[in-house]
């Protein structure tokens, strides 16, 4: 038996199979699609929320735009299904005329074809239109219907040159063999309706519509870009207008344009030149970086910041500027944009203000005088440094305080700005007292004059403050001299006419005495030659004062002098109550000294002394000790007034320095103690003693040892 080996040839499937299975397939391709729009769109979601731009919604837009699409393509899939099984039936009755059912079955799914591809270019944002060769219009969407402003079965059939004024037919046909040859085109029209003379702009897409090979038509897309055609038309007029120099840069400093106004600034010609420097030959130091450039951790933020730019011919200008960075749809940085403002002449004029200011405030800060400035609401604005070698304080102690509640200024000061603030007196003046800071009183003169500013408006008052104390006290001390001059010619002439009669009084009492027989006239008479002698050493101590010797330095007993000089102030010490303890040494050295200086600087001591005591009490002890050391002689005069304070004791010899009120001393009397022991080779020492009160010390050397 022979057995057939050929394998049984495969029945082919029947057109109902391969239409499921094909039915199937499209199902599965658009699931594909929308799930692979779904993927990218939560891919991209994060990275697009941190773009600058807003372009989160674009990745939800791709995903509704391919579900619209698998929703079309499927609702079209069953069309085409539907038209096929027709044309498969009508194959299978060739010869046999279709009936009108069937007819009527073709028609209708061809209608809705048709109805569908229209609703699918209606529902475009965007003008689309078929157009022929001739220019013949085949078909358009509602956006062209819209924009020409007639309705679609007015429109198709037409040629598009009625309808528009531009682009002119000789321009498109110029363009025509170049697009036949490329088949597309991309490009931005201006157009311009019949019906409308305003122009617009739109970016359009050309295809060519190909049939048997040959170019028949063309569909146009086009994007309405006028609004921002014209937003970068004004932008252009604004970037070519500005005073500021506006340029744009790659993120290394290249230019890559400039508006004619930075071209002016920096000395060029032509935009062109500008854009052709390399971007280091705009440094003022050409080792460094593009002035214009980025760092490579810049990440485009906005910049404000002073640059110093080279000229053409070579000079440095100053900037200001202040640019950010542009991105592109996809976020790239794609360049920088800026603006530069010159400020050369503006710094320029500020460092000459500058060097005005610190001129006035040196000139101010030399001058002699305390130079206040005070506002009409009597507030101190400006204080020269000079108040703090005058008073002791800071400027800014006194800033922004009012005159009438300053601390230890006389009312004078204050009188004297409101009587020039309110009277039509330009300057005035005035003498008033005024207390250091740390505790002395000074004498003050200040002159005051109207300030009025850029207006001529008046601002204020000036006025300037002058230290008059040390004047003050040279006058009253040259008062003084003449007081003690004339005083010294009345005494010496009283001394003389007292000299006779005491004279006569002491010979006529010793006779007296020789000639009284009894003990009680001679013992009063021995009284009246005691009072008598007294006297006259008290007219002898007067003329030695009022007439000193010849000046010169002799051998003289300090202890004596101590004692002259006690006889010459008793009475004054008796009045005050003041009991005089003085001890002196036997045998005391003598010193070379002039008895003269030497007696009135006792006399200064006792009389510091004698004022010390009467401040704090009714009656006090003057104690006067001598001794020596042999190297040395010394006198100590110690009262048991208040003692000296420690914040004054360093400064007690100082010349017109005293502690008492105005008119009550010069501050001259322990200077020229000083002086007089300076010039004697000695000292003199200020300290307080332990029980209280102040000891004063004048030490100088023996006679035999001094030079």
Known sequence: MIHDTSETPRQPRPPQNLEREESQLWRWILLFMVLLAAGFAALAWERLETLPYHLGPLALGVLVLSVLLAIYAYGRRQQVVQLKLLLQDLQQHVGVAPSEEQLDQLNEVIARSQRSFKELIDSFEDAACAVSLDGTLRTVNKSVSELVGLPYTAIVGQKFFDLLEEPTRESVEAGLSRFLEKRHWTGTVRIRFKNNSRPLFFDCVLNAIVKGGEVVGASVLGRDVTGQHEKELRFTELFETLQEGAYFSTPEGRLLDANPALVTILGYATKEELLAVEPSELNVDRAEPPVLGRALDDRGGVRAREIMLRKKAGSAAIFLESSRAVWDASGKLIRYQGTLVDVTERRKLERQLLQQEEFRRHLLESFPDLILVVDLQEHYTFVSSRVRDLLGYQSEDLLDRRISETADHSPELAALYHDVISSNRSFGATEFSARHRDGRWLTMRASASRLFDADSKLAGVIISVRDMTTERKLEQQIVQSERLAAMGAMIGGVAHELNNPLTSILGVSELLQDSQTTDAARKQIGILQQQARRAAEIVHNLTYFATPPTPGK???????????????????????????????????????????????????????????????????????????????????????????????????????????????????????????????????????APGGGAVFTVTLRPASSSS
């Open 554 to 688: 002799t051998p003289v007993n300090m202890a004596d002098i101590v004692e002259r000089t006690l006889n010459l102030h008793s009475y004054s010490l008796r009045k005050n109550s003041i009991t005089v303890d003085f001890l002196r040494e036997p045998n005391q050295p003598f010193v070379k000294a002039d008895p003269h200086q030497l007696m009135q600087v006792f006399l200064n001591l006792i009389l510091n002394a004698e004022q010390a005591i009467r401040e704090t009490r009714d009656r006090g002890t003057l104690r006067i000790r001598l001794g020596n050391s042999g190297e040395s002689v010394w006198a100590s005069f110690q009262d048991d007034g208040p003692g000296i304070p420690a914040d004054v004791l360093p400064s007690i010899f100082d010349p017109f320095y005293t502690t008492k009120r105005p008119g009550r001393g010069t501050g001259l009397g322990l200077s020229i103690c000083k002086s007089v022991m300076k010039e004697h080779n000695g000292t003199i020492d200020a300290a307080n």
